[in-house]
């Protein structure tokens, strides 16, 4: 009895599919690498101590190019085969690198750059949020994973500095491999599969095609619809800088402000826990008064002002400041995932998700390398790092400033925000998404004014443009 117990377990899952299953996974996942902040900081710079920042962007970058040939592939195929597997393999696959950070250095950083091909743990989870909620609650609920990200990250930095200073790396290294198995072990038990059988598009005989597959196929067809041309576009150019920041941010604040490893996980928790309330009690309010496309074009508002004070700004207290207003540019990628989501069938959740993620998994390959080049190219690198354990100290701000001053100290920070002015003049051209209460009346645009790729709730209304009987 115990063993068939285990085995509906183990198939099934616990309880009914829900947006609190999808948080925990994430929150897992990403607490165990943010444990490694600061001992990932000293393995970079020991690994590579030349060209710190232009290694750290290639790496970085060939992970993201992987993860953008293969989110379409892992989006399509979720759509057929259901969440709960993939769940797994994504996370189990950008786990694998973090216990060998201390065995072999050299194979950790080759780990994280192969690992791109299952990073893509983002777009499978929306894909269940997107099962599992109604369309008036979906920003919501992408607002509550989006936060629960950042609340990963808001204490597990310190934590991990914490305990690499007091008990060395490998306790640390030890620690967040057993969150990620911890991570694994709850898939595994406790997720049900949120896509029902009858959406599924039945296994090993399903009308899957390899066009699918193809993350160029996915831009092909990007350009076959302006909505979603215009979306994508508004994704890459405003996601391109940010991946480019999130991979090089942190060191940029040890080398050039001079942070310490504590204050710098400090920040993180800060930085946290205001995304925390941006993406959970602002995200609501901004969707239900200004409406989606509104609430896109605040966010990149933010995010704007956010990457110019980092580019020109030389004091820490300016990148406190600077970093108050990124936690409400955090508001834009969740805004931007629930605009596509209403507007996607409910069977092709995974591939229009696994499109924007795809996307994000293009800029999260660029985006590293061009910071880093474009470091290196005004040659701001990293001379030196002091060991962690004598530099931990309690003073959440720098004793010292810059040693070095520059009229624009964060170069690459003042182009990712001329690219943001772009993406915010196009997302200016996104046509505003009707209601859903106007699928009960009938439709009075012509066959013209709907777009062929993402369909609205008036095409479930009506599937033939001839046929009024429906």
Not at 34 to 63: R, Y
Not at 94 to 102: H, Q
Not at 181 to 204: G, H, Q, Y
Not at 340 to 349: F, L, T
Request: negative net charge.
């Amino acid at each position: 009895m115990f063993y068939s117990l285990m085995c509906r377990i183990l198939m099934q899952g616990v309880g009914r599919p829900s947006v609190y299953h999808a948080v925990v996974v994430i929150f897992l996942e990403f607490f165990a690498w943010g444990l490694l902040t600061t001992p990932m900081l000293t393995v970079l710079h020991e690994t590579f101590p030349q060209h710190t920042f232009l290694m750290n962007g290639l790496i970085q970058g060939v992970k993201g190019l992987l993860s953008f040939m293969s989110a379409p592939l892992i989006g399509a195929l979720s759509d057929v085969w259901g969440r709960r597997s993939f769940l797994l393999v994504t996370v189990f696959f950008t786990c694998a690198p973090i216990p060998l950070m201390r065995l072999s250095p050299w194979w950790y950083f080759a780990m994280i750059s192969m690992s791109g091909a299952f990073s893509v743990t983002f777009s499978v989870i929306f894909a269940y949020v997107a099962d599992v909620t109604e369309e008036r609650e979906r920003s919501t609920a992408y607002g509550l994973v989006s936060a629960t990200f950042a609340a990963s990250l808001v204490t597990s930095p310190a934590i991990g500095a914490y305990l690499s200073a007091w008990y060395g790396d490998n306790l640390v290294v030890l620690v967040a491999t057993l969150i990620a198995l911890a991570d694994i072990c709850f898939i595994l038990l406790a997720v049900p599969e949120s896509l029902p059988d009858k959406m599924r598009l039945n296994t090993w005989g399903a009308p899957f095609t390899w066009e699918q597959a193809d993350p160029f196929a996915s831009l092909r067809k990007v350009g076959q619809d302006s909505t979603v041309l215009l979306i994508c576009i508004t994704v890459f150019l405003s996601y391109l800088p940010e991946a480019g920041q999130y991979s090089s941010f942190f060191l940029y604040l040890r080398q050039v402000i001079n942070f310490s490893s504590t204050t710098i996980a400090v920040f993180i928790g800060v930085v946290g826990i205001l995304s925390i309330v941006a993406q959970t009690l602002f995200l609501t309010l901004l969707m239900r008064t200004l409406g989606n496309k509104n609430t896109v074009l605040l966010g990149l508002g933010f995010q704007i002002l956010q990457l110019a004070w980092y580019g020109f700004g030389s004091e820490p207290w300016m990148m406190w400041a600077a970093g108050a207003v990124a936690a409400m540019s955090s508001i834009t990628f969740p805004a931007v995932s629930a605009l596509v989501s209403q507007s996607a069938d409910p069977d092709k959740q995974g591939v229009v998700q696994g499109m924007i993620t795809g996307i994000r998994g293009l800029c999260n390959g660029l985006g590293p390398a061009l910071y880093g080049f474009v470091f290196f190219l005004f040659n701001v690198e990293l001379n030196t790092m002091d060991p962690i354990q004598d530099q931990y100290s309690i003073d959440p701000l720098p004793l010292h400033g810059p040693t070095e001053r520059a009229l624009i100290p964060g170069p690459p920070f003042l182009l990712g925000a001329c690219t943001v002015v772009v993406a915010f003049l196009v997302a200016l051209f996104i046509p505003e998404k009707p209601s859903s209460s106007s699928s009960s009346t009938p439709p009075t645009a012509s066959d013209e004014d709907f777009e062929p790729l993402l369909q609205d709730s008036i095409n479930n209304w009506e599937t033939d443009p001839d046929d009024k009987t429906k």
